[in-house]
């Protein structure tokens, strides 16, 4: 019996694991019937199961492609809100006013006036300078590297001949006078030691020496040495009972000339003895009074300007006339040209009229553009401008070519900053800055920056009342200095600190 027994228990173990065998066959048939393994499950399997290897590889393959990215950009810990706010530049400040396009940019942002700055610094320079322009670089092959290098140094001279082109070109011009702001400071007035009892109808510079001289209402015409701090006077002519209309030096600077309001007679005064010689009358002229005259550069003659037009030319040797012009209207204003062959004067009426000195043949006569009433003219030394002063306070910019060679000229320029009449004008040395002015007006006084035919935006810049009304201006021989003659007696003295000589 017990053998029987032993003989069971080894079949029943062999049922099992046959059992056990058929399950594995069914399972595997049934993979295979599904279509084999699944990505999904196959990864799932080498995630639980193992498959170092495989998953070694793979870290290492992706550590050498993140080797050639970027790293990541840390952010901030903490961003003040305000950072993102651009903050507002005032621009109707004096210094940035001119970088305004148009009124309604009164606020600007930084970057914005970045970019305005960098816009007119291209604008000055004719554009983005090849030393400012960034060029990307490509990359060359090592054969062709001697090209690259001989094209390279060809650019190089042509930008380096390019660069003293243009440099030349700015040096040339450095000393021009820029617009928009002009470097002005107000000195001590010229004549603080002896002011003007009365307002004053007459200021100007010696044309040769460190000399103003002022004359007025009050019967007086004085000297005063200009140094711009202290001015000392030097000397104070008396004429009695004798209000002074007009002063002037001669060409020469050796005389002083004198009219006044009331009658024909006139004074010269000799600097060089320290006389005063009345002249009582001028032969050949037949006028009840003489107050305004010209004194021509070439010193030879004086322009009297009568009533009814006229216009007498005296010899300044032998103080006769010798020739007589008549106009159509009222005599207001005339001027000799630089080289004193032609006499323009304007009249009353807004007529212009261009006389021959040698022959007093009108050369030419036109009407002064939109003008009603004619108040004042002046000529530029360089023989370039023509400007001319209206009651409606419009100065027009003549070219004077254009003034003698075409039938009906159009100014360059209508200056309209004036809104009383235009009663003084002058042109400077250079001709880069015409003055004008009005005595009808306080603060009416401006200066215009020639070519550009603009007015400098900080004269004047005072708070309060400082030129009062304009009587008479004037600039140095060298525009260095700037002077302007007012109802109070008093004769402003600005330093233009652009000129280094007097």
């Given at each position: ?14 049922a ?26 196959r ?15 793979r ?5 050498e492609d ?6 990541a ?46 816009e007119?610094f291209q604008?000055?320079?004719?554009g983005t ?19 690259t ?5 060809t650019?190089d ?17 450095s ?32 044309p040769s020496?460190q ?6 209402l009050?019967h007086?015409v ?37 009219t ?10 000799d ?8 002249v ?24 009297l ?6 216009l007498h ?6 103080r ?14 005339a001027?000799?040209t630089?080289?004193s062959?032609k006499?323009?004067?304007?009249s009353?009426e807004?007529?212009?009229?261009i ?6 043949k ?15 003219l002046?000529l530029?030394?360089d ?12 100065v ?13 000229p159009?100014?360059?320029k209508?200056v309209m ?9 002058c ?25 550009s035919?603009?007015v ?10 400082t ?14 200095f700037y ?9 402003l003295?600005f330093?233009?600190?652009?000129y280094?000589?007097?």
């Amino acid at each position: 019996m017990e053998r029987i027994k032993t003989a069971k228990r080894p079949q029943s173990e062999d049922a099992g694991a046959a059992e056990e065998r058929l399950k594995q066959k069914k399972h595997s048939a049934l993979c295979a019937t599904l279509g084999g393994e699944d990505a999904s499950v196959r990864l799932l399997e080498e995630l639980v199961f193992g498959a170092e290897e495989r998953l070694s590889e793979r870290l290492a393959v992706g550590s050498e492609d993140s080797g050639s990215e970027r790293p990541a950009v840390r952010s901030a810990v903490w961003e003040d809100e305000d950072d993102e706010l651009d903050e507002e530049v005032d621009m109707t400040h004096r210094f940035r006013r001119d970088f305004k396009k148009s009124e309604a940019e009164n606020k600007m942002t930084k970057p914005r006036l970045q970019q305005r700055l960098k816009e007119q610094f291209q604008k000055a320079m004719g554009g983005t300078p090849s030393w400012a322009q960034v060029t990307a670089k490509r990359s060359q092959k090592k054969g062709d590297y001697w090209i690259t290098d001989l094209l390279r140094d060809t650019e190089d001279e042509d930008e380096s001949e390019e660069l003293l082109r243009r440099t030349g070109n700015f040096i040339g011009s450095s000393d021009s006078l820029p617009k928009g702001v002009i470097k002005i400071k107000k000195c001590l007035n010229a004549n603080s030691e002896c002011p003007g009892g009365d307002q004053l109808s007459s200021v100007q510079f010696h044309p040769s020496a460190q000399i103003v001289m002022t004359a007025g209402l009050d019967h007086s015409v004085s000297l005063f040495q200009v140094d711009g701090k202290s001015n000392p006077k030097i000397q104070t002519i008396h004429l009695e009972n004798y209000p002074v209309n007009k002063a002037s030096f001669s060409a020469d600077g050796e005389h002083i000339v004198a009219t006044g309001m009331r009658n024909k007679l006139f004074y010269i005064y000799d600097m060089m003895e320290g006389k005063v010689i009345p002249v009582l009358s001028v032969r050949g002229l037949n006028e009840q009074r003489v107050s305004d005259f010209q004194v021509s550069p070439d010193g030879k003659y004086l322009l009297l300007s009568g009533s009814s037009g006229y216009l007498h030319l005296m010899t300044t040797k032998t103080r006769e006339v010798i020739r007589s012009m008549k106009m159509n209207g009222s005599v207001c204003a005339a001027a000799f040209t630089s080289d004193s062959s032609k006499i323009f004067a304007n009249s009353q009426e807004g007529e212009v009229f261009i006389w021959d000195v040698q022959s007093s043949k009108c050369l030419k006569k036109f009407a002064d553009d939109g003008c009603i009433r004619g108040t004042s003219l002046a000529l530029s030394r360089d023989g370039l401008y023509l400007a001319c002063g209206s009651q409606s306070g419009v100065v027009n910019i003549y070219s004077q070519k254009d003034c003698l060679h075409t039938l009906e000229p159009r100014p360059l320029k209508a200056v309209m900053n004036l809104v009383t009449a235009a009663t003084s004008l002058c042109f400077n040395s250079t001709s880069e800055i015409l003055a004008i002015g009005s005595r009808a007006d306080d603060e009416a006084n401006r200066l215009v920056h020639l070519p550009s035919f603009t007015v400098f935006s900080n004269f004047p810049q005072f708070q309060k009342k400082t030129i009062f009304r304009t009587r008479c201006l004037d600039f140095s021989p060298q525009s260095g200095f700037y002077t302007v003659a007012n109802n109070k007696g008093h004769a402003l003295l600005f330093r233009l600190l652009h000129y280094t000589d007097f």
